[in-house]
């Protein structure tokens, strides 16, 4: 059992950064592959970044690359997602999860979720 906790979500203008946290605990959590996916209302949930054990290999969905940025504190057992130059279109709640099998940008293989935080940007 993998446990996640996201924190970091906040009502933010257009133009502006945040930082999104997933502590996770459990066993062994630093061995997981992590996500970030994100839901706007009305739309399926969507893989956003995911990030390897090791944080050697990254994936970034393409309407954010460039502006997030997805990397990882196994001592701290965190995961951060790193957004710039946030867009309106960017508003939904994210959610964090662990995977321990599959291919980095797969979204399927995620066993654990957390309870999502959520990020509004306005215009």
């Known amino acids: 059992q993998v446990q996640l906790v996201e924190s970091g979500g906040g009502l933010v203008q257009a133009g502006s950064s945040l930082t999104l946290s997933c502590t996770f605990s459990g066993h062994p959590g630093s061995t997981y592959r992590i996500g970030w996916f994100r839901q706007a209302p009305g739309k399926a949930r969507d893989l956003v970044a995911a990030i390897n054990w090791a944080g050697s290999s990254t994936y970034y969905e393409d309407s954010v690359k460039g502006r997030f940025t997805i990397s990882r504190n196994n001592a701290k057992n965190t995961v951060f997602l790193q957004m710039n130059s946030l867009k309106p279109e960017d508003t939904a709640v994210y959610y964090c999860?662990?995977?321990?099998?599959?291919?980095?940008?797969?979204?399927?293989?995620?066993?654990?979720w957390g309870q999502g935080t959520q990020v509004t940007v306005s215009s």
């Open positions: 999860a662990a995977a321990m099998y599959g291919s980095i940008s797969g979204q399927v293989d995620y066993d654990y």
